[in-house]
């Protein structure tokens, strides 16, 4: 399905490589409608089922202003791709990748010296690792030798996929096929399993139901996982035709991040990147309200990512403007981590709120020196505090 897309992707970098700065100039004041100029920002997101291409429309549509501000969203092929192209693809100037494609390019080396060229404006949404198999499976530890979907090779699922199974020293047959042709075969009984990385609710899932012999399997949230995962849940709201009313299935989750290419200040790229972090940032409260993305609910424009630096107008932003939505959000060390509102509370099981408050109290008295201002850091010393506690 992404082959027939690629020429429509093409065309459109095309169109913005064609045009100068002063030929989009003399277009704009001949046509208004006509808004390609030197402030045209493209975007690449992931694929057409993903949540970041719906995130990025959404900014399209709340800060495009003619010729002076204009977000080009475009459907990417991979995390990996999307790093190369916004390394050497003329048009391409934001990349949302995920968290962890950081260190897997530390780790493989496959692009060496790219990852200390790579920035970051600002985390966005979570991404729920998502595990379908066949009903036969009820563990994660049962599809060992097993044919699993990872899909397309150097996607950001096919990513994470080889972390959490070598995390969970689970080994299966790895397949990398695309999501639609796996749910074929996951309903023919040719494969055993598929996971699919994407923010809750995927509409990957919405053509499939449990009644056709499949479900989520739950993924523990090893010690291996840790450093670049959170916790993750997933219910019959997110999934009424997979998951039943009462149940809930326990997952992890990667952060989307918002990279761009280390650029020479001054430069035009910088520049671009300049202009849209004053509006996105300026205008973040908005998202939060419908009919934007529910996502949006749980962006920290302020929180940090391990092992990536911040571009720096971004971090000047945020310090010049302390008392802005989007320097304050998420910055309540509860926010986010009680059950009924957040994914999060997966790791402390079916405790209410009040039980939840209660021992983040505890927990925060008995390590005085935890640091609240990275709140994921924080809530991963939490569950391990949690589990190491035996309170479970």
């Not at 097993?146 to 969970?168: C, D, H, I, M, Y």
Request: with cysteine.
């Amino acid at each position: 399905m992404l082959r027939r897309r690629k020429p429509f992707v093409f065309l459109a970098l095309l169109g913005l490589a064609m045009f100068t700065p002063s030929q989009a100039q003399q277009r704009n004041q001949a046509d208004p409608y006509v808004t390609a100029s030197s402030w045209t920002l493209g975007i690449m997101t992931g694929s057409i089922e993903g949540t970041s291409l719906r995130m990025v429309n959404d900014l399209a549509i709340a800060l495009n202003d003619g010729p002076n501000l204009r977000i080009v969203p475009m459907v990417g092929e991979s995390s990996i791709r999307n790093v190369s192209d916004l390394s050497y693809l003329k048009g391409v100037d934001v990349a949302v990748v995920q968290s962890d494609v950081l260190s897997h390019l530390r780790r493989t080396k496959r692009m060496p010296g790219l990852e200390d060229q790579l920035q970051y404006v600002a985390k966005l949404h979570s991404e729920e690792f998502h595990v379908l198999s066949r009903m036969k499976y009820l563990c994660l530890a049962d599809l060992a030798g097993r044919k699993v979907n990872f899909g397309p090779a150097g996607s950001g699922s096919a990513l994470t996929a080889q972390a959490v199974f070598e995390a969970s020293k689970v080994q299966v047959e790895p397949q990398y096929l695309d999501q639609g042709t796996a749910i074929e075969k996951l309903r023919k009984g040719e494969l055993d399993a598929s996971v699919f990385v994407a923010g809750k609710p995927s509409f990957a899932f919405e053509a499939i139901r449990y009644t056709e012999g499949v479900h989520f399997l739950d993924v523990e949230f090893v010690e291996g996982l840790q450093r670049d995962y959170l916790p993750a849940i997933m219910t019959h709201d997110d999934y009424p035709d997979l998951i039943a009313p009462n149940e809930t299935v326990s997952t992890v989750a990667v952060s989307a991040v918002m990279a761009v290419y280390k650029s020479p200040p001054k430069s035009e790229r910088y520049l671009k990147l300049e202009r849209f972090v004053d509006r996105f940032f300026s205008k973040f409260e908005q998202f939060r309200e419908r009919p934007f993305h529910g996502k949006w609910q749980e962006v920290t424009l302020s929180a940090p990512v391990a092992g990536w630096t911040r571009f720096p107008v971004a971090q000047q932003w945020l310090k010049d403007h302390p008392d802005s939505a989007a320097a304050k959000s998420g910055n309540t060390p509860l926010q986010g981590f009680e059950p009924g509102t957040t994914e999060n509370s997966a790791a402390l099981g079916k405790r209410e709120a009040g039980d939840v408050r209660e021992l983040f109290e505890k927990f925060r008295r008995d390590n005085p020196s935890a640091d609240g201002t990275d709140r994921e850091k924080l809530f991963r010393d939490f569950v391990r505090w949690y589990q190491q506690s035996n309170l479970n």
